[in-house]
């Protein structure tokens, strides 16, 4: 059974940062991508980031320049560093790991606050 295990979110100050992890185990074919995304109350799940497996990114136009992801293939680990965190970027941080073919999964969740 694969699990995504996620930790580092919690409450920081506005201009702080914080870093994500995310821990892929169990049995993984072959992964396509790892990545993030968020959701507030009231909002729909959005993407913040995502790395292919040959190393390419994708961000989210409101953390360009802020937000880094980064990927330990040999671990199947992807970590999300968040710089200058702003209180819009309070939310519930979900892992997301697609695998080849179609096979899609989640984390639990870890929840960011961040304070102005």
């Known amino acids: 059974q694969v699990q995504l295990v996620e930790s580092g979110g919690g409450l920081v100050q506005a201009g702080g940062s914080l870093r994500l992890s995310c821990a892929a185990s169990?049995?993984?074919?072959?992964?396509?991508?790892m990545g993030w995304f968020r959701q507030s109350p009231g909002k729909q799940r959005e993407l913040v980031a995502v790395?292919?497996?040959?190393?390419?990114?994708n961000y989210a136009d409101s953390v360009k320049g802020r937000f880094t992801i980064s990927r330990d293939s040999a671990k199947s680990t992807v970590h999300l560093q968040m710089n200058s965190l702003k209180p819009d970027d309070t939310a519930l941080y979900y892992c997301?790991?697609?695998?080849?073919?179609?096979?899609?999964?989640w984390g639990q969740g870890t929840q960011v606050t961040v304070s102005s």
């Open positions: 997301n790991m697609q695998v080849f073919p179609t096979y899609v999964y």
């Open positions: 169990g049995s993984i074919s072959r992964i396509l991508t």
């Open positions: 790395i292919t497996s040959g190393g390419s990114t």
